[in-house]
Nanobody, 126 residues
Framework: QVRLVESGGGLVQPGGSLKLSCVVS????????VGWFRQAPGKEREGVAY????????TYADSVKDRFTISRNNAMNAVFLQMNSLKPEDTAVYYC???????????????????WGQGTQVTVSS
């Protein structure tokens, strides 16, 4: 059984930082692209950061570039999202996801991912 379990969400003031973690079991992350997605109330789920297992590259949505950093620890079978300079518009439920993708690049649409966590709430507010 594949499980992805996120943690690290919470309430933070604008300009603050949070680090999200996603621990994976049931699959070997070395063989999977991993992504972080978010969904705000009334909005569609959107991708924010991706990590390719094929060539090690990371990709970011323009809205989080230079503020968020995705990383993975294959030994721990875990993926992380460091979020700095947080803004109120970053408020959302954040999900990690994984899919097997054996070529250059990363899938960016939620429908292209096979495995999902349950999500963790991030609220940016003063």
């Amino acid at each position: 059984q594949v499980r992805l379990v996120e943690s690290g969400g919470g309430l933070v003031q604008p300009g603050g930082s949070l680090k999200l973690s996603c621990v994976v079991s049931g699959i070997n992350l070395e063989n999977y692209v991993v992504g972080w997605f978010r969904q705000a109330p009334g909005k569609e789920r959107e991708g924010v950061a991706y990590s390719s297992n094929y060539d090690g590259r990371t990709t970011y949505a323009d809205s989080v570039k230079d503020r968020f950093t995705i990383s993975r620890n294959n030994a721990m079978n875990a993926v992380f999202l460091q979020m700095n300079s947080l803004k109120p518009e970053d408020t959302a439920v954040y999900y990690c996801a994984a899919t097997m993708y054996l070529r250059i690049g990363v899938p960016v649409r939620p429908g292209e991912y096979d495995y999902w966590g349950q999500g963790t709430q991030v609220t940016v507010s003063s």
